[in-house]
Protein backbone atom coordinates (compact mmCIF):
# COMPACT_ATOMS: atom_id res chain seq x y z
CA UNK A 1 0.00 0.00 0.00
CA UNK A 2 1.65 3.36 -0.99
CA UNK A 3 2.24 6.04 1.63
CA UNK A 4 1.03 9.00 -0.34
CA UNK A 5 -0.96 9.10 -3.10
CA UNK A 6 -1.61 11.63 -5.51
CA UNK A 7 -3.98 14.02 -4.99
CA UNK A 8 -4.15 13.79 -0.92
CA UNK A 9 -1.68 17.03 -0.54
CA UNK A 10 -4.60 19.37 -1.35
CA UNK A 11 -6.02 18.08 1.90
CA UNK A 12 -3.47 18.82 4.14
CA UNK A 13 -4.26 22.09 6.04
CA UNK A 14 -2.72 24.69 8.69
CA UNK A 15 -4.39 23.34 11.35
CA UNK A 16 -3.46 19.63 10.44
CA UNK A 17 -0.14 20.82 10.46
CA UNK A 18 -0.25 22.53 13.68
CA UNK A 19 -1.26 19.24 15.36
CA UNK A 20 1.04 16.80 13.84
CA UNK A 21 3.86 19.84 15.25
CA UNK A 22 2.15 19.53 18.32
CA UNK A 23 1.85 15.59 19.06
CA UNK A 24 5.10 15.28 17.37
CA UNK A 25 6.62 17.32 20.01
CA UNK A 26 4.49 15.84 23.01
CA UNK A 27 5.14 12.19 21.97
CA UNK A 28 7.42 10.06 24.35
CA UNK A 29 10.03 7.66 22.98
CA UNK A 30 12.61 5.75 24.66
CA UNK A 31 15.03 8.17 23.64
CA UNK A 32 13.33 10.97 24.46
CA UNK A 33 11.30 10.15 27.55
CA UNK A 34 10.28 14.11 28.45
CA UNK A 35 9.40 14.33 24.38
CA UNK A 36 11.34 15.73 21.95
CA UNK A 37 13.18 19.39 21.67
CA UNK A 38 12.29 22.36 20.33
CA UNK A 39 15.33 22.64 18.02
CA UNK A 40 13.79 19.33 16.70
CA UNK A 41 10.40 20.24 16.26
CA UNK A 42 11.91 23.23 14.73
CA UNK A 43 13.60 21.23 11.74
CA UNK A 44 11.04 19.30 11.09
CA UNK A 45 8.96 22.50 10.51
CA UNK A 46 11.61 23.43 8.07
CA UNK A 47 11.93 19.66 6.53
CA UNK A 48 7.70 20.06 6.21
CA UNK A 49 8.59 23.90 4.47
CA UNK A 50 11.08 22.18 1.86
CA UNK A 51 8.04 19.08 1.19
CA UNK A 52 5.50 21.91 0.57
CA UNK A 53 8.10 23.71 -1.90
CA UNK A 54 8.24 20.50 -3.63
CA UNK A 55 4.57 19.95 -4.01
CA UNK A 56 3.86 23.33 -5.60
CA UNK A 57 7.24 22.72 -8.11
CA UNK A 58 5.45 19.49 -8.84
CA UNK A 59 2.03 20.85 -9.33
CA UNK A 60 0.65 19.06 -6.32
CA UNK A 61 -0.79 21.76 -4.15
CA UNK A 62 -1.42 25.95 -5.28
CA UNK A 63 0.13 27.03 -2.40
CA UNK A 64 1.52 25.61 0.95
CA UNK A 65 -0.71 25.22 3.83
CA UNK A 66 2.33 26.74 6.23
CA UNK A 67 3.25 29.63 3.60
CA UNK A 68 2.57 32.74 6.57
CA UNK A 69 2.79 30.04 9.32
CA UNK A 70 6.53 30.94 11.93
CA UNK A 71 8.13 27.91 12.37
CA UNK A 72 8.33 27.09 16.39
CA UNK A 73 10.82 29.14 18.85
CA UNK A 74 13.47 27.47 19.79
CA UNK A 75 14.17 28.34 23.53
CA UNK A 76 17.56 29.01 25.09
CA UNK A 77 19.06 26.12 26.68
CA UNK A 78 21.45 26.93 29.16
CA UNK A 79 24.03 24.18 30.51
CA UNK A 80 24.32 23.56 34.38
CA UNK A 81 27.79 24.91 35.89
CA UNK A 82 30.26 23.17 37.24
CA UNK A 83 30.43 22.79 41.08
CA UNK A 84 34.21 24.08 42.55
CA UNK A 85 35.12 20.43 43.46
CA UNK A 86 33.93 19.26 39.78
CA UNK A 87 36.10 22.17 38.60
CA UNK A 88 38.95 21.48 41.07
CA UNK A 89 39.05 17.49 39.48
CA UNK A 90 38.99 18.79 36.04
CA UNK A 91 41.96 20.78 36.58
CA UNK A 92 43.41 17.88 38.61
CA UNK A 93 43.35 15.76 35.65
CA UNK A 94 45.03 18.34 33.53
CA UNK A 95 47.92 18.36 35.77
CA UNK A 96 51.08 16.98 33.78
CA UNK A 97 53.98 17.15 32.00
CA UNK A 98 53.16 15.71 28.65
CA UNK A 99 52.27 17.49 25.98
CA UNK A 100 47.92 16.74 26.54
CA UNK A 101 47.86 17.29 29.83
CA UNK A 102 49.93 20.96 29.08
CA UNK A 103 47.46 21.67 26.13
CA UNK A 104 44.34 20.66 28.47
CA UNK A 105 45.51 22.90 31.01
CA UNK A 106 46.16 25.70 28.63
CA UNK A 107 42.47 25.31 27.34
CA UNK A 108 41.38 25.20 31.16
CA UNK A 109 42.28 28.58 31.21
CA UNK A 110 42.17 29.88 28.27
CA UNK A 111 38.68 31.12 28.65
Same mark, same amino acid.
Given at each position: ?? *???????????????????????????????????????????????????????????????????????????????????????? *?????????????????????
Amino acid at each position: MP *VYRPGEAAEITRGRVERFLLAFKSERTPRCPDGRSDSTVNQAFRSLQQFFLWLIDEEEIDTSPIERMEPPKIGETVAPLLELDQLAAL *VADCKGKDFQSRRDEALTFAS
